[in-house]
T-cell receptor, first 111, second 113 residues
Framework: DGGITQSPKYLFRKEGQNVTLSCEQNLNHDAMYWYRQDPGQGLRLIYYSQIVNDFQKGDIAEGYSVSREKKESFPLTVTSAQKNPTAFYLC??????????FGPGTRLTVL | AQSVTQPDIHITVSEGASLELRCNYSYGATPYLFWYVQSPGQGLQLLLKYFSGDTLVQGIKGFEAEFKRSQSSFNLRKPSVHWSDAAEYFCAVGNTGGFKTIFGAGTRLFVKA
């Protein structure tokens, strides 16, 4: 059954800690994306990757880092440099210029 | 600058009534247009998309949207709303060969009995 999985669904972090959000897809899509969603602000692009071992900053990349060592995987690390990390994080993938497919999301809360 | 505007932050309609959600875009190239729906705490699901051809596109769950180039609009419609349609709706725009998609801020739909 093809799709995008994100784990965990809920994540809690203490201030000053780094945390990594997982995103895996078995759709054989080249491009993958990370978005942050806050109430009333829609989706804001953090990072995206068009191919393995390559990625670009989005609109709000500060305080985040990514890697793309495998086509199927695009993990996002929220570092301690991110001043307001509490949000809902969405991963997506896309085949070429077609539609983006979204994972179920991870809600990160900083305690 | 490329942008997507959804003028209505939230809309309330009665069950069985018709629905229209507005979307306006600003995009230099020929746009690809999308409508997504999101239930609380979930990811986004594609309702419909417009790439070319017939400007009236049909989607899932009884939704349709009409692309009007002269008005830079891509409004979403449904003739009769069901309580299960209560969710947040996002309009988005991309382009041929492009890897980035721009999303509107969303419109939250409330359905009253």
């Amino acid at each position: 059954d093809g799709g995008i999985t994100q784990s965990p669904k809920y994540l809690f972090r203490k201030e000053g800690q780094n945390v990594t959000l997982s995103c895996e897809q078995n759709l054989n899509h080249d491009a993958m994306y990370w978005y942050r969603q806050d109430p009333g602000q829609g989706l804001r692009l953090i990072y995206y990757s068009q191919i393995v071992n390559d990625f670009q900053k989005g609109d709000i990349a500060e305080g985040y880092s990514v890697s793309r060592e495998k086509k199927e995987s695009f993990p996002l690390t929220v570092t301690s440099a991110q001043k307001n990390p509490t949000a809902f994080y969405l991963c997506a993938s896309k085949p070429g210029s077609d539609t983006q497919y979204f994972g179920p999301g991870t809600r990160l809360t900083v305690l | 600058a490329q942008s997507v505007t959804q003028p209505d932050i939230h809309i309330t309609v009665s069950e069985g009534a018709s629905l229209e959600l507005r979307c306006n875009y600003s995009y230099g190239a020929t746009p690809y247009l999308f409508w997504y729906v999101q239930s609380p705490g979930q990811g986004l699901q594609l309702l419909l998309k417009y790439f070319s051809g017939d400007t009236l596109v049909q989607g899932i769950k009884g939704f349709e949207a009409e692309f009007k180039r002269s008005q830079s609009s891509f409004n979403l419609r449904k003739p009769s709303v069901h309580w299960s349609d209560a969710a947040e709706y996002f309009c988005a725009v991309g382009n041929t060969g492009g890897f980035k998609t721009i999303f509107g801020a969303g419109t939250r739909l409330f359905v009253k009995a």
